[in-house]
């Protein structure tokens, strides 16, 4: 197979990427003895997962709890006092625990709305910061938040997993498995129900600090039956399907095809399969031009479409055929759709990316999704959203990534914040 002079210079700087590749947080426990880090985990929906994983990290004390939900805080803590012999306390407003100096790391699980903020007052205390994904709820803040590990000289990792869990099957990709790439797609299919049908896991305590929960949003209606997730499908305190699973796999896409800033983006589709109080698209796809490649992003967030059955969830294509990733597994087909190899990676992607989270901080390791990459993909999902909300072509300027001539667009580009929550630099 002809690799051209790209593909080499695309190769080239892979390997010296791969030279930086973090070892596994288990490989690097002896070097990390008697430097035992303390961390608090903020959000106690998704930061459960935060906590399962921590609790298996060598020298790693999780040393605060903070939700809103007492019922979600207590449940945190149990679980954290039945495996942790060292204490661990358990605050509903985040900024108390941002007050201990010995604390070095904030996990910040929260809705999106929280992520930038919470960043920013985190960073502001001195600690470093694991953000979820997409860490920034409208590109203003994607480019706070960025700007803020930058001032502050902290480390910050977005939550996008797969930067960990599939080094391997980039590199492979990266290595020429199907030569010069040309365009990328990325599925995202479910079975979601209409509002108020996703589970007891989902209704809050009446005890429940709204006023808190709420924090730096201001109100726009009642949102208790929101409460703890569908938020997701409100655009005053969500990002959509597409900030809530597009961010995923829409990074694996432009680090498979090693792009940054799109030339334009579209987003069409619709809420098609319930009526009922949300707002986001339940259906649609997403295209990205980058000049020289692109892809798109294929959504259906309440029909599973079990008879299409994608080969994966991520799919390039090249000069040489086509190229599948699935978790941390990968198959390479010829141009006639032929399988001529395949290989897997590590799996645990949570214990990979916390890991290297951990070990960075211990200066072991290098970022696997420092924050200005990670915020480099989330951009993607706030301009498609853009491009659903304002029924335009999106076109962006492909060395800087701003809207141009687009004056709708621009609206979106920051929100409003309630008085003396505005987040800062």
């Not at 709305?113 to 994607?142: C, D, I, R």
């Not at 365009?183 to 007891?200: I, V």
Request: with cysteine.
């Amino acid at each position: 197979m002809d690799i051209t002079r790209r593909t080499a210079l695309k190769q080239a700087a892979f390997g010296m990427a791969a030279a930086l590749t973090p070892l596994s947080a288990s490989m690097k426990a002896a070097n990390a003895a008697g430097r035992k880090l303390r961390v608090a985990v903020v959000g106690l929906g998704r930061g459960l997962a935060h906590i399962s994983t921590l609790l298996t990290l060598p020298d790693v004390e999780i040393a605060y709890l903070a939700e809103v939900d007492p019922k979600r805080l207590s449940h945190g803590m149990k679980i954290v006092t039945e495996k942790q012999q060292a204490p661990c306390t358990g605050v509903p407003d985040f900024r108390k625990a941002l007050e201990d100096k010995t604390l070095d790391a904030v996990f910040i699980a929260t809705p999106n709305f929280w992520h930038t903020p919470a960043a920013l007052l985190a960073m502001q205390a001195g600690k470093h910061v694991y953000v979820e994904k997409p860490g920034s709820q409208n590109p203003h803040e994607a480019e706070l938040i960025v700007a803020g590990a930058q001032k502050y000289g902290k480390l910050v990792q977005m939550g996008n997993q797969r930067r960990s869990g599939m080094r391997d099957a980039i590199a492979a990709l990266h290595a020429g498995a199907v030569g010069e790439l040309h365009f990328a797609r990325a599925f995202y299919y479910a079975s979601r129900k209409a509002l108020g049908q996703g589970g007891a896991n989902q209704i809050p305590s009446p005890d429940l600090d709204f006023n808190l929960w709420q924090g730096p949003v201001e109100a726009e209606r009642a949102i208790k039956e929101f409460v703890h997730y569908e938020w997701h499908w409100l655009w005053n305190w969500g990002n959509g399907e597409l900030g809530n699973n597009g961010i995923h796999t829409l990074d694996v896409l432009r680090w498979g095809l090693q792009v940054t800033h799109p030339h334009s983006v579209t987003y069409t589709g619709g809420r098609y399969w319930h009526s009922d109080k949300q707002e986001t698209p339940d259906t649609g796809t997403a295209c990205y031009n980058f000049g020289n490649a692109g892809m798109e992003w294929v959504q259906s967030s309440c029909s599973p479409r079990a008879a299409e059955k994608p080969l994966a969830e991520c799919m390039f294509y090249g000069e040489g055929g086509s190229f599948a990733i699935n978790g941390s597994a990968w198959t390479v087909y010829d141009p006639k759709g032929v399988k001529v190899s395949e290989g897997k990676g590590q799996g645990a992607l949570d214990a990979l990316h916390i890991g290297n989270f951990v070990e960075s901080i211990r200066g072991n390791a290098a970022l696997n999704s420092p924050i200005h990459e990670g915020q480099l993909s989330t951009m993607l999902c706030h301009l498609g959203n853009i491009a659903y909300r304002t029924g335009t072509v999106v076109k962006c300027d492909p060395k800087t990534g701003k809207l141009l001539n687009n004056p709708e667009g621009e609206k979106l580009w920051k929100r409003a914040y309630r008085k003396g929550w505005e987040p800062a630099v």
